[in-house]
């Protein structure tokens, strides 16, 4: 099955700067490999994804990155904020017909210092 | 429009009880979630439901956890016996359309959660 892993555990930066949260994934076969944020009391929230097909997509502060041949994928935070504090996973899974099951990394605690 | 409901969001029980949560999804989505996320790790998936039927439930332990969706739309999870183990947050997501496919309808919406606690 899919293993993901995710660096570092723990990230704290100051604001303004910028945070680099790195996967890699173990299935060949994956093309799906979303970003979740989650904050204290809430479930995990989309906030990105990247599909197989293309190596890097940004939407406003947040980008993500995808090296299939390496296989890892990379979410980048530009510009922090307090309100960015949050655990953040990164996650990976295959598409196509039947269950497949999204597989996620252990997550990096995000620390935005003001 | 409103999310994923759950309920409760904390229990605390002995082990060797019994526990239920509920999950009521978005409304008109067809695929419901159960995940348990244990402290310091990301959420793992423990069945899946297409409409009232099962998908995936490979990583359930058959043996305590059961679950259900009988008319499609709400579902519950229940564990008996609990274990110690057993502690953790228990996340309900749906979706419009199956994990599976290569849509941008497949986007998972999760539940606040039920936070777990066995004694």
């Known amino acids: 099955g899919e293993n993901v892993e995710q660096h570092p555990s723990t990230l704290s930066v100051q604001e303004g700067d910028s945070a680099v949260i790195k996967c890699t994934y173990s299935?060949?076969?994956?093309?799906?490999f979303p970003w979740y944020k989650q904050e204290l009391g809430k479930g995990p929230q989309l906030i990105i994804d990247i599909r197989s097909n293309v190596g890097e997509k940004k939407d406003q502060r947040i980008a993500v990155t995808l090296n299939k041949t390496a296989k890892h994928f990379s979410l980048h935070i530009t510009e922090t904020q307090p309100e960015d504090s949050a655990v953040y996973f990164c996650?990976?899974?295959?598409?196509?017909?039947?269950?497949?099951?999204?597989?996620f990394g252990k997550g990096t605690k995000l620390s935005v210092i003001p | 429009e409103a999310g994923v409901a759950q309920s409760p969001r904390y229990k605390i029980i002995e082990k060797r009880q019994s526990v239920a949560f509920w999950c009521n999804p978005i409304s008109g989505h067809a695929t419901l979630y159960w995940y348990q996320q244990i402290l310091g790790q990301g959420p793992k998936l423990l069945i899946q439901f297409q409409n009232n039927g099962v998908v995936d439930d490979s990583q359930l332990p058959k043996d305590r956890f059961s679950a259900e969706r009988l008319k499609g739309v709400d579902s519950t999870l229940k564990i008996q016996p609990a274990k110690l183990e057993d502690s953790a947050v228990y996340l309900c997501?749906?979706?419009?359309?199956?994990?599976?496919?290569?849509?941008?309808?497949?986007?998972?919406?999760f539940g606040p959660g039920t936070r777990l606690t066995v004694l």
């Open positions: 299935d060949s076969a994956s093309n799906y």
């Open positions: 996650a990976a899974r295959r598409s196509g017909a039947g269950s497949y099951q999204l597989t």
């Open positions: 997501a749906s979706s419009l359309r199956p994990s599976g496919m290569n849509s941008s309808y497949n986007e998972q919406f």
